[in-house]
């Protein structure tokens, strides 16, 4: 009797979820983002993000006077405070602004609530610190939680629901968009999200053209770019296919709405960039990560496979994105499959962008940071080797299943890991050496790594090295 009763109302249940599985995609995520509220997973490349919501409603605009001049400027930090800049007498982001902007509606009900309580906007004030380094926290889980739900409708639009659920929990939880996208309040989680964003629209627009798709397009391409300039990159197959429209549609409106909302949204950003810093791309394009010519094919081998950066080594099922790049042939409408076919040029090209960085390795960070703004592009790559892998029959079927299953459960690990054991800051672990420009020996030690480290951090939490954060400066200690 009771299991007669209780089918219905499992049924009930799994047609609930469905009918609002973007609801529960996000919620979930979310959850698990947020799961390890203890860690603080970021960087001081983000005080600038987290401060400018609050600097904003509180009537202060863009200049960051104030929390410099009354909490950063006695910084003791042996890397100063490189994430201000000064310029035309007042202070300001050293980064983009495209992030703070975009989270700023969910600081709204905060900033409302420190104003009634009398608490000051003042980063000596413990509540309004801690305030302001939760909402990093949340603000960044929300990006990520909507990045995914993003991936899976758009992974909805192009496989069927058990593909897309896979494709969508490896791009979440087996990729860099855990420990880097949904942590902090860097540029990277934005980036997932404009760009999925932009290829689920885009994806539609093949289904049925529609000349409001072509304004959301440039909205989000001009986002997408003026928030980080390698985004440019991944930008390129999103301009190609408005002009493909023209082209070969024949048609003028797409077009001309794609460049319209295009520039309507780049003028304010552009317009700030050059009064202030004499650029299209502001202080960003001048600063930290000075591009050189050699050692290139020793950076890009650190990207993809030292022990303590590799991409190869944080998020091995990455290796499916190549077989999956061959499946876009598959893909039945041409402009689309032309979209995805120039996204594996971009990507490749951006990776060779980044081996151009005296910095290639991101600075503190787990893993490699600067390709999660990809991620989005090679889980998609993913998804068709795990399409390709179900529709196969046999023996072949459960060999490749298998095979799948380990790479993303050894990826989803890995970011585990991380988000929950990692004790160090991201240039100090074990040993206690920094990595510099100079001495990178650190990052290929494979006696010696990120990884490693954060593991023993379940047998001795008295390991390795911790940070604190204190009157403005962070400080790397020994753990124990």
Known sequence: MSQALGMPLLKKAIALIRKHEALVVFVALFVVYLSNCTYYLSSTDTIPAILLPFNILDGRGLFLDGFYNDYYKDTTNWWGNYYFTFTRGHVLSMYPIVVPLLVLPLYVLPFIFIKLAGIPIDMHDHVFFLTVYGMEKLSAGVIAALSGVFMYMLLREL??????????????????????????????????????AALLV???????????????????TALLVFNRPTNALLAIPLILYALSDFFVAKRLDGVVAYVASAAAVSLPFLAYNLYYFGGMFGAYSGFGYAFGAGDVSTRLAGLLVSPSRGLLIYTPAVLLAIPGYSLVKNLKPPALRNVFYVYGFSVVATMLIYSLYECWWGGGCYGPRFFTDMMPIMAIFVTFSIDWALKLKGSGRMMALAAIAVLIVASIAVQAIGAYLYPVYGFQWGHGQTITVEDQSKLWDWSDTQIGESLNGIFNRSAGYKYIIENGNVKVVPAG
């Open 159 to 196: 496989f069927g629901r058990k593909v897309s659920l896979a494709g969508t929990l490896f791009f979440a939880l087996g990729t860099s968009t855990w420990t880097i996208g949904s942590q902090g309040l860097w540029q990277h989680g934005a980036s997932e999200l404009l760009l999925l």
């Open 202 to 220: 885009l994806v539609r627009n093949v289904k049925s053209r529609k000349q409001l798709n072509f304004v959301l397009l440039g909205v989000l």
